[in-house]
């Protein structure tokens, strides 16, 4: 069964660091694009950052760009966001999405636009920041 897992998610002060974890089932990982999304309370959702299919190639929104990395293990099937010095305003649900495949391993998609190639869906982490 082809599944999106996150985890990772949870309560922290300001400036603090977290790690979210997107375990993928039911196709391997090093075949896809990968971006993560997040949705806080009463706002759009807005893309957060991608890879490529290769992992060589990512973007970040600005709004996290310098504190956040994205990146993907293909031996444990497993995308990942390091989030570094988190902000109250970085409080929402995170999602990691997979992209619908293309032939180009080194193509990311512009963030405004990733929402678009997206087939398939995790069910969200809640990261939480107290100021």
């Known amino acids: 069964q082809l599944r999106l897992v996150e985890s990772g998610g949870g309560l922290v002060h300001s400036g603090g660091s977290l790690r979210l974890s997107c375990a993928a089932s039911?196709?391997?990982?090093?075949?896809?694009?990968m971006c993560w999304f997040r949705q806080a309370p009463g706002k759009a959702r807005e893309g957060v950052s991608c890879?490529?299919?290769?992992?060589?190639?990512?973007n970040y929104a600005d709004s996290v760009k310098g504190r956040f990395t994205i990146s993907k293990h293909n031996a444990k099937n497993t995308a990942y966001l390091q989030m570094n010095n988190l902000k109250p305003e970085d409080t929402a649900v995170y999602y990691c999405?997979?992209?619908?495949?293309?032939?180009?391993?080194?193509?990311?998609?512009?963030?405004?636009?990733?929402?678009?190639?997206?087939?398939?869906w995790g069910l969200g982490t809640l990261v939480t920041v107290s100021s």
């Open positions: 999405a997979r992209l619908a495949k293309w032939d180009d391993s080194d193509y990311v998609p512009g963030l405004s636009a990733a929402a678009d190639g997206v087939d398939r």
């Open positions: 039911g196709f391997t990982l090093d075949d896809y694009a």
């Open positions: 890879i490529s299919i290769s992992g060589d190639n990512s």
